[in-house]
């Protein structure tokens, strides 16, 4: 099993849409959690953190289920810009500075 | 700051050749990684470092592969002999020593293709 799992879609949607994007990791200690973004032959760059009481930034939230080990990123209002791979990166041993990415969701924002 | 740098942007080599890919982190950042990506196995860690000595090398493939980190502001990845299946981007990210939620900055990668 992968210590990160994502849907890899792609997902196709219309400007405008609400998407939700999940994530599971397995190494239950896991401390620290984020998204990072990632366009078309760019590097990573980080979307925003993930904390246990669920964050939001703009149109975007992120909620973490500690008990279910589960992470999810809910994008509202979608724009053309979007268009990316996200990728869901949890950190598995908490004190050291290893992070452990997930193979990515590509979203395609159509308009 | 100019984010962390990497070079070549791009490398195309014969199979059997020396490859060196460079990076730069950025300054004051304690902590520098290697990664490798590919379709088949997504972003994967190689090595990192920590005040430039290397931490964790467990995600280097196999010994064809070393890493040398001599001062704060410079790091290399070897590859020797290369084979097709090196080929992949390979990305540098640094990042501060601060929390656990400090953000990993990337490089731009370096596009590398064994022939």
Redesign the interface.
Known sequence: RKEVEQDPGPFNVPEGATVAFNCTYSNSASQSFFWYRQDCRKEPKLLMSVYSSGNEDGRFTAQLNRASQYISLLIRDSKLSDSATYLCVVNPEGSARQLTFGSGTQLTVLP | DAGVIQSPRHEVTEMGQEVTLRCKPISGHD?L?W?RQTMMR????LI?F?NNVP??DSGMPEDRFSAKMPNASFSTLKIQPSEPRDSAVY?CAS?R?ES??T??F????TRLTVV
């Open positions: 902590y990684f990664y997504g972003l994967e860690l990192y920590n931490i964790d990305f990042s020593p656990m939620n953000e990993a990337f490089g731009q990668g």
